[in-house]
């Protein structure tokens, strides 16, 4: 899929949990575990929005789209 999705960096960065990111974007782990190994087919704005709170960051330093990706399959 040529969207990449960058949470584990920003979580990284952010020095925060798996567990604690998801109380504070308020879900589950399991579906935080899905979108953050890139497995999700799609996601929220809300989610987005409560992720970017949670991380301090914007959209754009959690998703990225990279065509080769597409390219590879």
């Known amino acids: 899929m040529p969207i990449i999705v960058n949470v584990d960096v920003m979580m990284a960065r ?3 949990s798996l567990t604690e ?6 879900i589950t782990l399991a579906n935080l575990s899905i979108l953050k190994t ?15 709170k949670a991380l301090d960051c914007q959209p754009g330093d959690l998703l990225e789209y990279a ?3 597409a390219e590879k399959v």
Do not use: H, I, S, Y
């Not at 990111?21 to 308020?26: E, H, S, T, Y």
């Not at 890139?38 to 970017?52: D, I, N, P, Q, S």
């Open 38 to 52: 890139g497995k999700a087919k799609a996601v929220r704005f809300e989610t987005l929005e409560a992720l970017c």
């Open 21 to 26: 990111l998801a109380d504070r974007v308020g």
């Open 67 to 69: 065509p080769q990706e």
């Open 14 to 16: 952010r020095k925060m």
